[in-house]
């Protein structure tokens, strides 16, 4: 099966939160999105909430529970206690751990699992009692996935802006598919899911399904955000429908 595409909003309120005004909805532009086939949506509320704010979670959890009940909510973030509040709160079906400071502009990092294992452990821990599913953001590293498992997640989320970044040189593209590969695989054997994200687009993601034809989720925001300006958003969200294999 392709890998389900999760439609990141932060880009959206962004957008929305450079004026005082309700426009560009996310819900609004969540639900067209989810209308033309996405499997799910995404957001990453940090505590400045320059993007997706606080108050925009319970809209978007409604939008999924009473309109498109298949789909899901993923909330990513540094997991601090605020974070870990929001996320039981809002009872998304996955959450997705990632190491950012809150001043970064957007993550580029995957834990060092084996360092912070004594950290993310109980943390993985509480979020599973509770019932969601737990993904860990992840550089491309075979050698970190046994880490990475150790801490009772059941997924990784590939961070794929090396690979994003590499535009049209084929052959650095190669070298990051690669690793993406075999760190792929390696889950695999851990017994991990395996989802990816950053700096993908129309254009690298063919290749990639290739590499990882059991990718389970790809989480796309900006590009995907920067084609709508262009395609409209349903006809954005079809084109990368396509390029995942569906």
């Not at 940090?46 to 925009?56: A, E, K, L, V």
């Not at 319970?58 to 899901?72: G, M, Q, W």
Request: net charge negative; with cysteine; glycine share 8%.
């Amino acid at each position: 099966m392709p890998a389900k595409l999760s439609v990141n909003l932060n880009a959206v309120a962004m957008l929305r939160n450079r004026r005082d005004l309700p426009w560009p909805s996310v819900t609004g532009l969540g639900r067209i999105a989810l209308a033309a086939g996405a499997h799910g949506l995404t957001v990453h509320p940090r505590p400045d909430q320059r993007h997706i704010r606080f108050s925009d979670l319970p809209e978007i959890r409604a939008l999924i529970d009473d309109e498109f009940p298949r789909a899901e909510f993923n909330i990513e973030g540094y997991p601090g206690e605020d974070f870990l509040q929001l996320v039981e709160k809002h009872q998304p079906e996955q959450v997705t751990l990632v190491p950012d400071d809150p001043a970064q502009a957007t993550s580029d990092h995957g834990w060092n699992f084996a360092a912070q294992a004594a950290f993310l452990t109980p943390i993985v821990k509480r979020l599973k009692k509770g019932g969601f599913r737990v993904s860990l953001f992840a550089d491309p590293d075979p050698t970190a996935v046994k880490a990475a498992r150790d801490t009772g997640a059941d997924r990784i989320e590939l961070y794929t802006g090396p690979y994003g970044s590499c535009h049209s040189d084929s052959a650095k593209a190669g070298r990051e598919l690669e690793r993406l590969e075999k760190t792929a695989e390696a889950a695999r054997a851990a017994g991990l899911g395996v989802n990816a994200g950053h700096d993908l687009t129309v254009a690298n993601l063919p290749a990639l399904m290739r590499r990882i034809p059991d990718l389970a989720e790809v989480s796309i925001g900006h590009g995907l955000t920067a084609d709508a300006l262009e395609h409209g958003m349903a006809g954005t969200v079809g084109r990368y429908l396509k390029a995942c294999g569906w």
